[in-house]
Nanobody, 116 residues
Framework: QVQLVESGGGTVQAGGSLRLSCSVS????????MGWYRQDPGKQREVVAD???????NYADSVKGRFTISRDTTKSMVYLQMNNLKPEDTAVYYC??????????WGKGTLVTVSS
């Protein structure tokens, strides 16, 4: 059973910062890509950032220059540093990891609220 647990969400004023963390535990046959997604109620889940096993990163245009994704392979952790937050960043943020066989695992999400 693979478990992903996100933490670090909360309420912050516009312009502020938060750092999300995701820990991965359980029996997983390696980790290739890791990523963060977010979802507003009534909207589709969208990718925020992802990072592969070579530490190549990819960001949504809306967060480029403000968010930074990183991973600690030894600890099976992935992080999302979010700076200069905007009200439109308000959403539930989900962690996702992908095994080398293409299986995706998801966390239950952490709520980020940015007030104006």
């Amino acid at each position: 059973q693979v478990q992903l647990v996100e933490s670090g969400g909360g309420t912050v004023q516009a312009g502020g910062s938060l750092r999300l963390s995701c820990s991965v535990s359980g029996s997983i046959s390696g980790i290739s890509a890791m990523g963060w997604y977010r979802q507003d109620p009534g909207k589709q889940r969208e990718v925020v950032a992802d990072i592969n096993s070579s530490r190549l990163t990819n960001y949504a245009d809306s967060v480029k220059g403000r968010f930074t994704i990183s991973r600690d392979t030894t600890k099976s952790m992935v992080y999302l540093q979010m700076n200069n937050l905007k009200p439109e960043d308000t959403a539930v943020y989900y962690c996702r990891v992908r095994s080398p066989y293409g299986t995706n695992y998801w966390g239950k999400g952490t709520l980020v609220t940015v007030s104006s």
